[in-house]
């Protein structure tokens, strides 16, 4: 039997999806948006110390070094692949319907880091994904 408190703890698989798709989001678009309210701006025109400045950058350089390999790792060439035809052809389809407008200056900007984020979202769940389709834990896995 679980103890209590690991089973007040358990997190359902949406919200790991969510957590995982939102530190993606995070990651890229605090990286670099057009609003200029991201890490490359503050960066270049902040008048911050230098050393939260490397502070910053040594903690983004951490965060891609570990979402950037696992999410190749997960997908693979392929998997990238087909992501990016995914999230894009479903921005050609909302913007095709009207739902979205793609006919700002910094449109395809946004478009671009949102393929992006969706697809490193994609490559930081899929592991979780894959396990709770077929119930099975990859020895590739296990054993690197």
């Given at each position: 039997?679980?103890?209590?408190?690991?089973r007040a703890v358990t997190l359902t698989l949406g919200s790991k999806l969510a957590a995982r798709l939102m530190l993606a989001a995070l990651l890229v678009f605090g990286t670099y948006n057009p609003t200029g309210l991201c890490y490359l701006r503050w960066l270049r025109d902040g008048a911050a110390d230098?050393?939260?400045?490397?502070?910053?950058?040594?903690?983004?350089?951490?965060?891609?070094?570990?979402?950037?390999?696992?999410?190749?790792?997960?997908?693979?060439?392929?998997?990238?692949?087909?992501?990016?035809?995914?999230?894009?052809?479903?921005?050609?389809?909302?913007?095709?319907?009207?739902?979205?407008?793609?006919?700002?200056?910094?449109?395809?900007?946004?478009?671009?880091?949102?393929?992006?984020?969706?697809?490193?979202?994609?490559?930081?769940?899929?592991?979780?994904?894959?396990?709770?389709?077929?119930?099975?834990?990859?020895?590739?896995?296990?054993?690197?």
């Open positions: 039997m679980a103890h209590p408190l690991r230098p050393v939260w400045k490397l502070v910053v950058s040594g903690g983004l350089a951490v965060a891609w070094g570990i979402a950037l390999p696992v999410s190749l790792r997960a997908l693979g060439f392929g998997g990238v692949a087909l992501t990016t035809v995914l999230a894009t052809s479903s921005v050609w389809a909302l913007a095709a319907a009207g739902v979205i407008d793609l006919g700002g200056a910094d449109a395809e900007a946004w478009v671009l880091l949102s393929v992006g984020a969706f697809v490193l979202g994609v490559g930081l769940c899929w592991m979780i994904l894959a396990i709770a389709l077929d119930g099975q834990v990859r020895l590739r896995d296990l054993t690197r």
